[in-house]
């Protein structure tokens, strides 16, 4: 799992910077920096915090986080597609709110 690029993307997609989303789960935003640089693996107790900020379900996170190996054959294309896919709907569905 590749929590680290997947916590990236989509704060960034948001527009959320590393010290508000620090602030919005009351963690150190240099922990936060370290979890996207890949130096620290999130717990699932700060996946979940994460995740609610981000207004992502976990298993969504998960899913975006899923790296080749995770997925057990799918075709890579089919993965990043997915992935893709699942940011546009992640974003749009942000948007209607």
Do not use: C, F, W
């Amino acid at each position: 799992m590749n929590y680290n690029k997947a916590i990236r993307t989509i704060r960034a997609a948001r527009g959320i910077s590393q010290i508000k989303l620090a602030e919005l789960t009351k963690l150190n935003a240099s922990y936060i920096s370290r979890i996207e640089s890949g130096d620290r693996v999130p717990t699932l107790d700060v996946i979940e915090k994460i995740s609610k900020e981000l207004h992502v379900p976990v298993y969504l996170l998960t899913l975006l986080a899923s790296e080749q190996h995770d997925l057990h054959g799918l075709p890579e294309k089919d993965t990043k597609q997915i992935a893709t896919n699942l940011l546009d709907i992640l974003l749009s569905a942000h948007h209607d709110k």
